[in-house]
Each structure stands twice: as structure tokens, then as C-alpha cells.
T-cell receptor, first 111, second 115 residues
């Protein structure tokens, strides 16, 4: 079963706009990670946020975590055509020694 | 990630055949994983290994087996392939960490089609 569910499933924006993707999960987590997958390629790790953190930044990426709502968001600012990809959240939980992935958001950035 | 190499990249085979997918890594990581990805879905864990003598089932291990031949090598076998095992298969690695706070590094996948 999927621990994380991303919303929206697909998102299309213009270059320069901001893109926001959301992830909800079901059980308490140790940390939450975001990955990017370009078409036909493997996943690439973007950012990790621990359960005791509320916000984290990395370049144009901003991740927030609300453990009371069991949700996270990924914001990509000033998007570029090269940001076109699928984005997945993944969680680790106590007692489960591997990641559980959500179903992903497909982002299309129009030049 | 070129440090995680999967072979073959593409494979077409027939129902009932035995298939082995191979993964090798040069990252020096102890932990290795096999996932499958179906269209429109996230990755689902098949098996994982935290060191050479450790093998664990994931959420969808039925119909699959694995072998951890060395720290750097982790192979996935389909003993008797069936069409619903058609999918994109990924190998991943991570460094050791008790809290699971290490990112995973993925190969570029094997696209497997079973006719």
C-alpha cells in the first residue's frame, strides 16, 4: 500500500512560475524525502526533512512538513523547462527499514 | 546515477522464462534495494539487503528472488516470468544509518516486457 499520496497528480505551468506539490501520508514518520524522476531515468534525491523539522531549503526548492496534518509540500520557485519531471515523496517509519514511495506528481514546465 | 549500474537496460522475454536482472554499485554502500514501477504508480519495494548476509522481503516479493553476491552486487530473479511482471525495475543503494536518514541512489532502470 502507498504510504504517501501526492497531489496534484499532474501540474502544468509556465516557465518562471512557482510549482507546489503536496504529499500526504498515513502513519508517523522518521523523515520524508523528495525525489525527482526524469523520463526514462532513475530517481534522483532532492531533499530530506526530518520529523522534528518544519521547513528546509535547497536552492530553488523549499520543503515544509506538518506532522500534525501528516503532510508535506515541495515548492519549486522560478521554474525552468528543465524542471519538467515526475516528483515523488517517500517516507521512513519506525520499524520499517526501507522507504515507502507515493504515486508522484508529473510536472510540465512550458517554455 | 552512473555509480549504480543495472543490466540489461531493456529485456523482452516470454512467459515462463527465468530472468535475472543485475545491479552493481561503486558507491561503497552497504544497503541495496530492488523496486518495480508501474505506469502512474510510485515505486514498490520488492527486496532489500542491508549487508551481504541480510536479505529482506519487501511489499511485493512473491514471484521474485534475490542474491547478494558481494557488497557491490545485488541481483533480482524472476523464476518463471508472467505478463503482470512487465514493469520498470530499479536498483538503489544507500549508506548505513539507523534512522533511515540517508538518501537512496538509483540506477537508470531495466525495462522488462514479458509476452
Amino acid at each position: 500500500s502507498q504510504q504517501g499520496e501526492e497531489d496534484p497528480q499532474a501540474l502544468s505551468i509556465q516557465e518562471g512560475e512557482n510549482a507546489t506539490m503536496n504529499c500526504s501520508y498515513k502513519t508517523s514518520i522518521n523523515n520524508l524525502q523528495w525525489y525527482r524522476q526524469n523520463s526514462g531515468r532513475g530517481l534522483v534525491h532532492l531533499i530530506l526533512i526530518r520529523s522534528n523539522e518544519r521547513e528546509k531549503h535547497s536552492g530553488r526548492l523549499r520543503v515544509t512538513l506538518d506532522t500534525s496534518k501528516k503532510s508535506s509540500s515541495l515548492l519549486i520557485t522560478a521554474s525552468r523547462a528543465a524542471d519538467t519531471a515526475s516528483y515523488f515523496c517517500a517516507t521512513t517509519t519506525t520499524g520499517r527499514r526501507a522507504l515507502t514511495f507515493g504515486s508522484g506528481t508529473r510536472l510540465q514546465v512550458q517554455p | 546515477d552512473a555509480d549504480v549500474t543495472q543490466t540489461p537496460r531493456n529485456r523482452i522475454t516470454k512467459t515462463g522464462k527465468r530472468i535475472m536482472l543485475e545491479c552493481s554499485q561503486t558507491k561503497g554502500h552497504d544497503r541495496m534495494y530492488w523496486y518495480r514501477q508501474d505506469p502512474g504508480l510510485g515505486l514498490r519495494l520488492i527486496y532489500y539487503s542491508f549487508d551481504v548476509k541480510d536479505i529482506n522481503k519487501g511489499e511485493i516479493s512473491d514471484g521474485y528472488s534475490v542474491s547478494r553476491q558481494a557488497q557491490a552486487k545485488f541481483s533480482l530473479s524472476l523464476e518463471s516470468a508472467i505478463p503482470n511482471q512487465t514493469a520498470l525495475y530499479f536498483c538503489a543503494t544507500s549508506d548505513r544509518d539507523r534512522g533511515g536518514n540517508q538518501p537512496q541512489h538509483f540506477g537508470d532502470g531495466t525495462r522488462l516486457s514479458i509476452l
